[in-house]
């Protein structure tokens, strides 16, 4: 009788679950089914010139087409306001670089004193750290970016957050030092462009499309540089900070850049259902060839790194998913 009464409400859980945001999976007993139950889905990415938007579509028609969610993808300023709006509750998945997040659970930088309560998905592709400046600046350093025009990223960014770490790496205040821009990409490409600006940060995967867009139109005119000198002073704040590349080819450039990585994280909060969680998290690595096809930073998500999103913690049914053979 127990076990029939335990099954009944399961399936009343569903029932009313299927009008909401998200809905409730079947309980069963230590562990619940590698199932996603339906009702909808709202996934949090970043700016539409870049992979977060471009990988958060993708995943939003991977999750509708084999699931019996539908997920919809929304532009946003990325990954500060992506946390804050998960936790709010206007999203259920958000992409996030891993410095914002370990921030964010750790009650750190643009979350001083008040730690969010999420969980990870999966740990995702890198975000290369890209600066771009135009030859015609003088800067060839991030030193040398005292009194220019640069662009730190959109407001409440994760390439704000490392922009402006950076910047003070350098010994440079970010408030008074630079004309610091807060822009989008776009329209940080429209002033690079346009040479309203000298400069830009941005901390995205490769290529990012308006990068390319950049390096292509104002082929000899803009330039790479160099920012790993700033790489140990953002270790000391963050571990996940590490030394990378931009190989020439990615952007049409005479020579590999060395530059600064942190990784990705899908993001959810700590009350995301955990069928939800696994089936969306094996559906990831089941389908990956289908997110290649969307945008290629997807060939480097891997089983071996994605649990590997420490301090945040990871969603059980995100661990009973990368746990399976």
């Not at 704000?160 to 776009?186: C, F, K, M, S």
């Not at 830009?200 to 000198?229: E, N, R």
Request: hydrophobic share 40%; proline share 5%; net charge neutral.
């Amino acid at each position: 009788m127990k076990r029939l009464l335990a099954t009944l409400a399961a399936v009343t859980l569903i029932a009313t679950g299927c009008g909401g945001k998200q809905a409730n999976q079947p309980a069963g007993g230590g562990s619940q089914a590698c199932e996603a139950g339906s009702g909808r889905l709202t996934i949090a990415t970043g700016n539409s010139g870049g992979v977060y938007y471009v990988l958060g579509g993708g995943l939003a028609q991977l999750i509708s087409k084999n699931t019996g969610l539908k997920a919809t993808a929304a532009e946003t300023g990325a990954s500060v306001q992506n946390i804050q709006q998960l936790v709010g509750g206007t999203y259920d998945i958000a992409f996030s670089l891993a410095d914002t997040a370990a921030d964010a659970v750790q009650g750190k930088g643009s979350f001083e004193g008040k730690p969010q309560k999420v969980q990870a998905l999966a740990r995702i592709y890198p975000n290369s750290t890209q600066v771009l400046v135009r030859t015609d600046s003088g800067i060839n350093s991030v030193a040398d970016m005292r009194g220019k025009r640069i662009s730190t990223g959109s407001p409440k960014s994760g390439t704000e957050v490392i922009a402006n770490r950076l910047l003070q790496a350098a010994g440079l205040n970010p408030d008074t030092d630079v004309q610091a821009q807060r822009l989008d990409l776009a329209k940080t490409a429209d002033g690079i462009k346009s040479g309203t600006i000298d400069g830009l940060v941005w901390s995205g995967g490769l290529p990012t499309a308006q990068i390319t867009d950049i390096t292509t139109t104002m082929k000899g005119q803009v330039k790479f540089i160099d920012i790993t000198p700033q790489l140990p002073a953002l270790q000391q704040i963050n571990s996940v900070y590490d030394g990378g590349t931009i190989p020439a080819a990615t952007y049409g450039m005479p020579a590999d850049v060395p530059t600064i990585v942190v990784p990705n994280l899908l993001l959810v909060r700590d009350d995301f259902e955990t069928g939800n969680a696994c089936a969306i998290t094996k559906l990831i690595f089941d389908k990956k060839a289908e997110l290649e096809s969307v945008h290629p930073a997807a060939k480097d998500i891997t089983r071996e790194t994605a649990p590997k999103t420490a301090p945040v913690p990871l969603n059980p049914g995100a661990q009973q998913a990368l746990s399976a053979s």
